[in-house]
């Protein structure tokens, strides 16, 4: 089992910045993929950016050049750094890890945080 307990969300002006942490606890060393994912009233979660345990990076384009994914070399952290933000990223972003429980892959979740941008 991973447990993951986001932390950094709040309100922020349009063009702003704020940087999101997720702690993740348990097993970790069998995490080998971690993402951050949001989700807005109405919409369907979304994937944000996700990094592998390699350092591989993907971005969804809308945060593309604004958002920067990164994790300490255990997996014990991820952050999410958010600059120059859009009142279109106001969601609940949660924290997602993959990991190896006993011979499948599962995916644990954080309990999520608001981000808010005000225009």
């Known amino acids: 089992q991973v447990q993951l307990v986001e932390s950094g969300g709040g309100l922020v002006q349009s063009g702003g910045s704020l940087r999101l942490s997720c702690a993740a606890s348990?097993?970790?060393?069998?995490?080998?993929?971690m993402a951050w994912y949001r989700q807005s009233p109405g919409l369907e979660r979304e994937l944000v950016a996700d990094i592998t345990k390699g350092g591989l990076t993907r971005y969804v384009d809308s945060v593309k050049g604004r958002f920067t994914i990164a994790r300490d070399s255990g997996m014990h952290t991820l952050y999410l750094e958010m600059n120059s933000v859009k009142p279109e990223d106001t969601a609940v972003y949660y924290c997602?890890?993959?990991?190896?429980?006993?011979?499948?892959?599962?995916?644990?979740w954080g309990q999520g945080t608001q981000v808010t941008v005000s225009s």
């Open positions: 348990g097993s970790v060393s069998n995490v080998v993929h």
């Open positions: 997602s890890a993959n990991a190896l429980v006993d011979v499948s892959m599962r995916q644990f």
